[in-house]
């Protein structure tokens, strides 16, 4: 599973440090792991410091993941009991590493002049503990499996949590909130939950955002004037146009069942991205892209099975649109 690993490094480490939500992410993916980037000094720093506990050599510790982030305190959000920790933003990393069956979590700033391990986590939080049995029955694992990797407080900016679909309008107050990391299989999930409502809702797998399409769908011509388009995210939202003889507009935005999400999040783990242009009998046109992150390249028949996923995702609004999910 070791060719399945990614660095998750932030694009915009020095933009964030202007930013003022409060431990805000941004990632992207460079390539998979094989050392062809060069990992940020706080990375490097935090594997050194591993290196040191196990009395082993940093090169038999792998980098799992490194994902950008503003910490809030002097602390980097990851105290002692009774530290006493000043307000201050901090441009930093988390970063994931493993050695042999067991990972480990290190906060740090981007130099690696501060590091902090995150203990063991002792008794997850019941909002932990939700995350695990969603993402357990989401994709079938054993939730003993499962790997809290970190929980951490946080307030979000926004009712979205932060994870912010252009059609989905959100409440602009502070939500009180956590965030939690999950690992199973040399993959990490991010979770993010309020205190509003404890169900957890995925933010990101191994650094792609949530609030980024993972599946395209469209369809025009034939004798019935189709003009339909679909997006599908892995939060959970489907967010359908219907434009026969008008501009694409009107937005049918619906809920995907548990269903349909791990149908979904199990294509985007296993299957290489790519991209589907059918005609279909009728003369329409479908054009489909998959963005994923797995190796396994997808037959003629999972691409059909996929674009007809999405054709019957968009079936409510083929004459009009879907009345609204409540936003939040």
Request: negative net charge; aromatic residues 8%; contains cysteine.
């Amino acid at each position: 599973m070791s060719g399945k690993l990614h660095f998750i490094i932030g694009l915009f480490i020095f933009l964030l440090a202007a930013c003022t939500s409060p431990a805000v992410q941004t990632a992207t993916l460079p390539p998979m792991d094989g050392g062809f980037i060069q990992p940020p000094a706080g990375a490097l720093q935090a594997r050194r410091d591993l290196a040191r506990q196990l009395n082993i050599s940093p090169q038999r510790i792998t980098i799992q993941a490194i994902e950008s982030v503003i910490w809030q305190n002097s602390c980097l959000e990851a105290a002692d009991p009774g530290e006493i920790c000043q307000e201050q933003q901090i441009p930093g990393l988390i970063v994931t590493l493993r050695y042999g069956e067991r990972t480990y979590t290190y906060h740090t700033d981007l130099e690696g002049t501060l590091i902090r391990p995150l203990r063991a986590i002792e008794e997850p939080s019941k909002q932990a503990l939700q995350a695990v049995q969603f993402l357990a029955g989401l994709l079938g694992y054993n939730p003993e499996a499962i790997e809290i990797l970190s929980e951490r407080p946080t307030t979000f900016s926004d009712g979205c949590l932060e994870i912010a679909i252009a059609e989905i309008p959100c409440t602009q107050l502070p939500v009180e909130g956590q965030i939690i990391r999950l690992g199973i299989e040399n993959h990490i999930y991010e979770f993010r939950t309020s205190t509003l409502d404890t169900n957890p809702i995925l933010a990101s797998v191994d650094g792609y955002l949530s609030s980024v399409p993972a599946l395209n769908w469209s369809r025009e011509g034939s004798t019935e004037e189709y003009c339909d388009g679909l997006k599908v995210y892995l939060n959970g939202w489907s967010v359908q146009y219907y434009c026969r003889g008008q501009a694409s507009q009107n937005p049918g935005i619906m809920r995907l069942t548990p269903e349909q999400l791990s149908r979904l999040l199990r294509w985007f783990i296993r299957l290489q991205p790519f991209e589907f242009n059918q005609s279909s009998a009728d003369g329409s046109q479908i054009r489909m892209t998959l963005n994923s992150l797995g190796l396994e390249e997808a037959d003629a028949p999972t691409r059909l099975e996929i674009s007809e996923f999405a054709a019957n995702l968009l079936a409510p609004v083929q004459r009009g649109t879907v009345t609204p999910f409540p936003f939040p």
